[in-house]
């Protein structure tokens, strides 16, 4: 296992962010990018193009390589719908290809995704279907180029995915080997899942991991908690990760500062220290 920490693409201080996450010991830097003009202008300027998107993701993840880190996985963000509709969208699909062939000599591997998926009283059979089209599509055009494609397990709790067996349909549907899961230890354990029991169960599906601390449910106080403090046993969900062989990114995500008077630097420090 690789530990992680993400870079946002509008963050310009890249060079010094990337120093602090080495002095932290991370193994990679998980980019954080943008497919779309939506996404993208909004933050980067509205004339910004997706070349120029592509360039800065160069630029990044080069300062990543110069200090001796790598960048395995990408992650596009917001990016709610992009599998929802790149089934059927010419100019987002363009977009995806040029994005695949640019990943190849910077040494990404994963790309992370995060659905939207309806309630499941709002579900439809044509929603079910685009998601498994746009699926398919970016599992055929990442393959060309030796990549992954990880869909975040958001997709499954509260919504038309909300059971593990609906989650299991859906990647049996798709059926590309290059497409699965992004495990989210705390969505899991929000859902009233066993974190351990889900890697083990869900193993070959696995690509990418988000490690969280949570307490509660998602119907019944669910907060985020600092690591080791909520109902998550992490080291035993760490050990599950290396009894299936896991040697992917893990990442830690949504962690509360540390407290009053407490910089995000040391929340940061401290977390992946812990």
């Not at 300027?45 to 993701?57: A, K, N």
């Not at 992650?75 to 062939?101: E, K, M």
């Not at 080291?235 to 407290?259: N, W």
Request: charged share 25%; hydrophobic share 40%; net charge negative.
């Amino acid at each position: 296992m690789k530990l992680s920490l993400h870079l946002d693409l509008q963050r310009t201080d890249y060079a010094a962010h990337v120093a602090f996450l080495k002095d932290c010991r991370v193994d990679e830097v998980m980019v954080f990018s943008m497919l779309n003009p939506e996404d993208y202008e909004k933050v980067l300027g509205p004339e910004t193009t997706f070349q120029d998107v592509l360039s800065r993701l160069e630029e990044q993840i080069g300062e990543i390589h110069r200090q001796g880190l790598g960048t395995e996985a990408l992650f596009f963000y917001p990016a709610r719908a992009i599998p929802n509709t790149i089934g059927h969208d010419v100019a987002q699909q363009q977009r995806f290809r040029d994005l695949c062939r640019a990943c190849g000599p910077l040494g990404v591997k994963r790309l992370g995704f995060g659905p939207l998926l309806p309630q499941r009283e709002e579900a439809t059979s044509e929603g079910w279907d685009n998601l498994v089209a746009g699926a398919r599509f970016m599992g055929e055009a990442a393959a060309v180029e030796g990549l992954s494609v990880a869909l975040h397990i958001n997709m499954m709790t509260g919504s038309r995915l909300d059971r593990p067996e609906d989650v299991e349909e859906f990647f049996a549907e798709v059926a590309r080997d290059n497409v699965g899961l992004m495990f989210c230890f705390g969505c899991i354990a929000l859902a009233g899942l066993n974190v351990p029991d889900m890697i083990r169960r869900w193993r070959e599906l696995i690509l990418v991991v988000d490690l969280r601390d949570v307490r509660g449910t998602w119907g019944a106080n669910a907060e985020e908690a600092q690591f080791g403090t909520g109902n998550i046993d992490l080291p035993a969900s760490l050990r599950a990760l290396q009894e299936i062989g896991y040697e992917g990114v893990v990442r830690p995500e949504h962690f509360p500062p540390l407290g009053p008077g407490r910089t995000a630097e040391e929340t940061i420090a401290w977390t992946l220290g812990y």
